[in-house]
């Protein structure tokens, strides 16, 4: 199972990125996916997530509205659209699939048997 990430990278605050996951070694189309944020001296945040159809999406109330999943099932490719980036968005941004989803939060803790991207910097500068 792989899960390769990119499109992170030094954007201005106000900036859209649109970090990218492409899945391979598994059946992507049956994976509910999840997007985690690893930022310096906290711990992992992760409540993003999106169905395998791609229909549902759920945010936190920091990023709704402004960051967008969508999933290109035909590719095995997940994205994050992110807009009107502020400061606080720094961070490592992780793909993340079969990983415990509870009550609206993911799991800090990497559950076995759950796969992870390699993880992509955003680091939101002027």
């Known amino acids: 199972v792989q899960l390769v990430e990119s499109g992170g990278g030094l954007a201005q605050p106000g900036g859209s990125p649109k970090p990218s996951c492409v899945a391979s070694?598994?059946?992507?189309?049956y994976n509910w996916m999840y997007r985690a944020r690893q930022t310096p001296g906290k711990e992992l945040e992760g409540?993003?997530?999106?169905?395998?159809?791609?229909?549902?999406?759920f945010y936190d109330k920091s990023v709704k509205g402004r960051f967008t999943m969508s999933r290109h099932n035909a590719n095995n490719t997940m994205y994050l659209q992110m807009n009107g980036l502020k400061t606080d968005g720094t961070g490592v941004y992780y793909c993340?699939?079969?990983?415990?989803?509870?009550?609206?939060?993911?799991?800090?803790?990497?559950?076995?048997?759950?796969?992870w991207g390699q993880g992509t910097q955003v680091t939101v500068s002027s």
């Open positions: 409540r993003q997530t999106i169905n395998s159809a791609g229909t549902t999406t």
């Open positions: 993340v699939t079969n990983q415990p989803w509870r009550q609206g939060v993911l799991a800090a803790s990497r559950a076995p048997g759950s796969h």
């Open positions: 070694g598994f059946t992507f189309t």
